[in-house]
């Protein structure tokens, strides 16, 4: 009976590491959703609930982790030599640290949520941002700002330490053009992942 599953698991574990594999083309988000399609319905989904659009959703995460599923912060090293403790507890796609992915899992009740996962760390993005723009009243479409607030957290947004952070000013300054570019991408593609469905007609499906 075991000789008989070990090939299913094979398959399973194979199936999961195509599943989270890094887009080839992290430059052009039709390549992007081309390779993992359903990254479009998760990115879409969080979008419709929080109203962060697609693109700005895509140019966080690819800054954050490149793509990669279980991305971790470099341990220091002590004496260059010795690894040592992570500077943060940041993982997954998005980036999230302990604190601000308990406080998500409980304010959308989704205890069950993993920043390894896409879906949930787009709905995470989403959520945080929602909280940008309610608390420090940063428009949704704003992805400088709102990757600021993000970065340094709704409190350090306030205090403006990164106005003297030019290094910061810069990577922000890249995720903004970043989405602009997803936004003009997707501008010509998004018609095609949205009624990719054989039950999805044009140009009915929305």
Same mark, same amino acid.
Request: charged share 25%; net charge positive; glycine share 6%.
């Given at each position: 009976?075991?000789?008989?599953?070990?090939?299913?698991?094979?398959?399973?574990? =194979?199936?999961?590491?195509?599943?989270? $594999?890094?887009?080839?083309?992290?430059?052009?988000?039709?390549?992007?959703?081309?390779?993992? +399609?359903?990254?479009?319905?998760?990115?879409?989904?969080?979008?419709?609930?929080?109203?962060? +659009?697609?693109?700005?959703?895509?140019? %966080?995460?690819?800054?954050?982790?490149?793509?990669?599923?279980?991305?971790?912060?470099?341990?220091?090293?002590? =004496?260059?030599? &010795?690894?040592?403790?992570? +500077?943060?507890?940041?993982?997954?796609?998005?980036?999230?640290?302990?604190? #601000?992915?308990?406080?998500?899992?409980? #304010?959308?009740?989704?205890?069950? #949520?993993?920043?390894?996962?896409?879906?949930?760390?787009?709905? %995470?993005?989403?959520?945080? !941002?929602?909280?940008?723009?309610? /608390? @420090?009243?940063?428009?949704?479409?704003?992805?400088?700002?709102?990757?600021?607030?993000?970065?340094?957290?709704?409190?350090?947004?306030?205090?403006?330490?990164?106005? !003297?952070?030019?290094?910061?000013?810069? &990577?922000?300054?890249?995720?903004?053009?970043?989405?602009?570019?997803?936004?003009?991408? @997707?501008?010509?593609?998004?018609?095609?992942?949205?009624?990719? /469905?054989?039950?999805?007609?044009? +140009? %009915?499906? $929305?």
């Amino acid at each position: 009976m075991l000789k008989h599953l070990l090939p299913c698991l094979a398959i399973v574990v =194979l199936a999961s590491a195509c599943a989270t $594999r890094p887009p080839q083309d992290q430059e052009n988000i039709c390549q992007i959703f081309a390779e993992h +399609p359903r990254w479009y319905d998760h990115a879409r989904a969080s979008e419709q609930r929080w109203g962060t +659009p697609i693109a700005i959703q895509m140019a %966080f995460v690819q800054q954050e982790s490149a793509f990669q599923a279980r991305a971790r912060p470099q341990r220091r090293r002590i =004496l260059g030599i &010795i690894p040592g403790r992570r +500077p943060s507890s940041a993982r997954g796609y998005a980036q999230a640290q302990d604190p #601000a992915w308990s406080d998500y899992q409980q #304010a959308t009740g989704k205890r069950s #949520a993993r920043r390894s996962n896409i879906a949930d760390a787009l709905d %995470f993005v989403g959520w945080y !941002n929602d909280i940008s723009h309610r /608390r @420090l009243g940063l428009a949704k479409n704003d992805a400088y700002n709102l990757y600021l607030a993000y970065h340094e957290g709704h409190t350090g947004y306030q205090r403006g330490a990164w106005r !003297n952070n030019r290094q910061l000013q810069s &990577i922000a300054s890249r995720v903004d053009a970043r989405a602009l570019t997803y936004q003009r991408q @997707l501008s010509g593609c998004e018609q095609r992942f949205r009624c990719r /469905r054989w039950y999805q007609i044009r +140009p %009915f499906c $929305r």
